[in-house]
């Protein structure tokens, strides 16, 4: 954990803003010589800004997830990513032989790294995966960690849940069934303090996947008084590649598949009933990784969301090489204020007649030739060229009608822009910094006793993209827009830089000398017995070279069951393998080739797989019982 420290503070901070402000955000992307390739995987970073009495302290740390700490630990980057994939050092040649015929998906990921969450009076950190991790809110360490899917049957969980005011969360879960893919359930308040907040969660809603194949990937969901929103958009979680992801070592990029030229539809699920609303509404091909509020009014429903048009592979742009190219070979990413507006009933809907009739909005809404329930809807656009991303509004305004909105942009825009969203008035308001600046995401804050839903301030991380600026908290009057006090951090502060790297390194110092010389005396004793000793294992723990590499080939038709293992630890093969097929229940010949030599000696493949046909059995293998040549 950093200590506080103080900031510089120029301007006024209101005096009535007392309290703390917590961020979380991928910050650290490199362990040792590996480097995550992808935005989405670096590790959590908690930030808390403190401001009391018009002065503002800053604290940061990296999230001590059992993810990070497995890297920390052999120094180096271990697990699978969205871009990259690492082997594991620990697994064993058994380990990986037993996953390439026995495929099962990879265990959920604890680097909760998107956004957090107040439910009581504790503090939740989330990501997309099922894991929850309790943060201390003074350390910024986890307390402990929950999985959302030990309550509920879902797979995958999202960053963004809804808050009730009586306390409830609404949380949203994929679950890879694609007959009940998109579930909302409803967690009450903790009323036995001895279990899990989770313990008392509930499905209250669910429908399908359009695909048997896919799910659709879900960041956040809407939520209006009566219906629950979901955007089924063209970008899918592949469910035969989600459960060969772990054996065959593909990175969890590799999962997602956009579904270029296809529709978004939109669905309602009703709150209190659980079923579906039959009707759907396709909007044109695009993403939407953020909501910004959904509502009621004269039986239709409005949706405000951040909307990339034609982004189904919005996720392959966020690969490092290419948000590092130049500012003209950059494609912005384009996600725009847009609204979509939903008719509730389809009672005299006729052809080529736009079912929107509400005033003073473009958005449309026709009847699909030749359907009954399937409405075509095309949104209408605030800000003209304006960049809208991270969306917040006044809270109290959640699910039903807004006026305002506060956006920012991306780390792939060329903009540099905070803005205000009034979408009565259909103008903005707008913060801008320079290229030397990261605007980050905007949060309203409203005044004690404040009648009017801009009465307040909007604070806001503007990080500095390079060593030569300071970064800084800015507040914004919400109603003028104009900046009205700042924190600055020291020059040598970095937001997303955590000194613990550094102090674990050089506390694990005495431990891995330990390690080393354990190391050194079990090769001289298997020199002396006579064991396999073609391994460097100290470059395999620290991953440079990869064992066991493992290709398996299963005959169905004559029962059989080829192996080739490429440069192996073959005492430990012998005694792992040689155990696990002695067993009687195994009805299975099997046919093991061992070949030993480094792995670059042999053919390479993409996904970091080798293909090479396994031998058929000769005298060179044995039936029923491994042996090597």
Known sequence: MNKPIETDVTGEVPNWINGSLYRNGAGLYKVGPTAWNHFFDGFAVLQRWTISDSEVTFQTSVLDSEDYKKCAKHRRLVGQGVGSSFPDPCETIFGRLFNSFLPSSAPASDNTNVNLMEFGDRLFALTESPAINEINPDSLTVKEKSMIKDYVAVHLGTAHPHKLKDGSIIFYGTNMNYKQAYNFIAIPPQSDPSKSPFADAKIIAAAPSRWKMSISYTHSFGMTQNYFVHFEQPLAVNLPRAVLLKPLRLKRGDVLVPFEGESLDIMLVSRSTGERLPITYKAPEGVVFHFINCYEESNFVICDACFYPKGAKAVQRLYFDLILEDAKARIDFNFKYARFVLPQSLDGAEEGKNLVTLP????????????????????????????????????????????YAYTTTNICSTQRVLAKFDVVEKSTKTYEVNENYLPGEPVFVARPGATEEDDGVVLSTIVAANSTVQSYLVVLDAKTFQEVARANLPLEQKMRENERKEEDENSNGKEDKK??????????????????????????????????????????????????????RLYRLRQHIGSFFSNP?????????????????????????????????????????????
């Open 515 to 568: 390690k080393k010389g354990k190391r050194r005396r079990r090769r001289k004793i298997e020199k002396e017995e006579g064991k396999d000793s073609v391994y460097d294992r100290e470059k395999e723990e620290q991953g440079e070279e990869k064992i066991g590499y493992l290709i398996s080939n299963l005959n169905t038709s004559n029962r059989t069951l080829d192996f080739l293992i490429v440069n192996p």
């Open 585 to 629: 229940s195994n009805t299975f010949t099997i046919n093991i080739t061992v070949i030993l030599g480094r792995r670059q000696d042999h053919q390479h493949h993409d996904n970091n797989i080798d293909i090479i046909k396994p031998p058929p059995p000769s005298s060179s293998s044995s039936s029923s019982s491994p042996s090597s040549s």
């Open 360 to 403: 003073d909005t473009t958005a449309k809404a026709f009847l699909e030739k030749d359907s009954e329930n399937v409405v075509c809807v095309s949104p209408e656009y605030f800000g003209d060229n304006l960049i809208a991303d991270l969306p917040s509004i006044n809270y109290d305004y959640n699910g039903v009608k807004h006026r």
